[in-house]
């Protein structure tokens, strides 16, 4: 049912559109994801907890919504801006229309508003503070209250939302050689899940909360860490655990936000990007074997430089903006990467670089 809803910016500017989903206030960082393709594993992806997601691509909805393709069992975004909402999908694995999705999952949408001139405000300015609502339910000052309430993504620690309490043991393949990997839980998407099963991983996942101790007990041959949203510098105690993995001899293979507490073990810091990289179409450069990757990202942190280190070496940078997107120990089996190389959505080809992991278990 559509309604009368309106996106205020922490700036003062707004845009007044046409309401989808569930009637509510949705307060969070406002990003933009200039992806054409994956809306479902985008809105269920973890690591947008806390953030309001802006579709560049006008048109979102068309192919209605599936029970195969989420990322996780719920929609962690806080609210969803789109150009034209479809709904009346069409797709033969169709199987409810996004606005059912987004009713059942709580999520409130906008649309009709001029993507372009938002997206374009968020790059030249960064990334704001901003709330969706609908007009007859809420006042101009309340969603200022709000967004005032919400404070900065910066200062809060997402993964508490979206991390498991409680270990679990995915799975195993059949038929195959196994390595017992403890994948540590910041908001791990389910598509690492199937990749690391499908490998040959024997699998438990584990709350980041997690210490070395117990980790040492449950004899694993890799310990991966996952990606998840929010700034890493606030996760305090799960880096601190990290370091002292980094004494043991098992591989350690970190995505994103894995990739950032990698990087922060290391003692390396990381910095706010004015706008993220958020898409399914970034150019990455492997240095060592001078290839360029086309990638899935999704982070507002990075990775500042290992300036006069010889016990690191970078080994991928974004072809945007040049901001590092892998790192890797000189001696250990120790290596992280920026980007998404499960993907969902996006291009497959990067899925090498589980194969590196699963040879160092193997070695």
Excluded at 216 to 243: A, H, W, Y
Excluded at 275 to 299: E, M
Aim: glycine residues 8%; aromatic residues 10%; charged residues 25%.
């Amino acid at each position: 049912m559509k309604f009368d809803v309106k996106l205020l910016l922490e700036n003062g500017i707004s845009f007044e559109g046409i309401g989808f989903g569930y009637q509510k206030i949705g307060v969070g960082e406002v990003v933009f994801n200039t992806a054409i393709t994956g809306y479902q594993e985008i809105l269920t992806d973890p690591s947008y907890d806390g953030q309001i997601i802006t579709f560049t691509y006008p048109h979102i909805g068309n192919t209605g919504i599936n029970f195969e393709d989420n990322e996780s069992k719920q929609v962690s975004a806080r609210g969803m801006i789109v150009k034209n909402f479809c709904d009346f999908p069409s797709n033969w694995r169709s199987k409810q229309s996004l606005e059912e999705f987004l009713i059942e999952q709580k999520v409130i949408c906008i649309s009709d508003i001029d993507t372009r001139q938002l997206t374009k405000i968020l790059r030249d300015e960064g990334c704001k503070v901003g709330a969706i609502y609908p007009t007859q339910n809420f006042t101009d000052d309340e969603a200022q209250f709000e967004i005032q309430n919400f404070g900065s993504i910066e200062d809060k620690d997402f993964t508490e939302n979206v991390s498991v309490k409680e270990p679990y043991n995915f799975g195993k393949p059949k038929n195959k050689k196994t390595f017992k990997i403890i994948a540590i839980d910041f908001g791990i998407k389910e598509n690492i899940l199937r990749i690391l099963q499908r490998m040959g991983g024997d699998v438990e996942v584990v709350p980041p909360s997690i210490s070395v101790e117990e980790i040492q007990k449950k004899n694993p041959d890799g310990i991966f860490l996952s990606n998840g949203p929010g700034d890493p510098q606030v996760l305090v105690e799960p880096i601190k655990e990290v370091k002292k993995m980094m004494r043991l001899d098992i591989p350690i293979f970190g995505i994103c936000l894995g990739h950032q507490i990698m990087s922060l073990a290391y003692d390396l810091e990381i910095e706010k990007m004015p706008f993220g990289h958020h898409g399914a179409n970034h150019p990455v450069h492997d240095l060592k074997n001078n290839i360029v990757f086309i990638t899935s990202q999704n982070h507002n942190f990075a990775v500042g430089e290992p300036n006069n280190r010889d016990d690191i070496n970078i080994t991928h940078r974004s072809l945007f903006d040049n901001s590092i997107q892998g790192i890797e120990h000189k001696e250990k089996p120790f290596y992280s990467i920026q980007c998404h190389p499960e993907a969902s959505p996006g291009p497959k080809e990067f899925e090498i670089l589980f194969k590196r992991f699963f040879e160092d278990m193997n070695a």
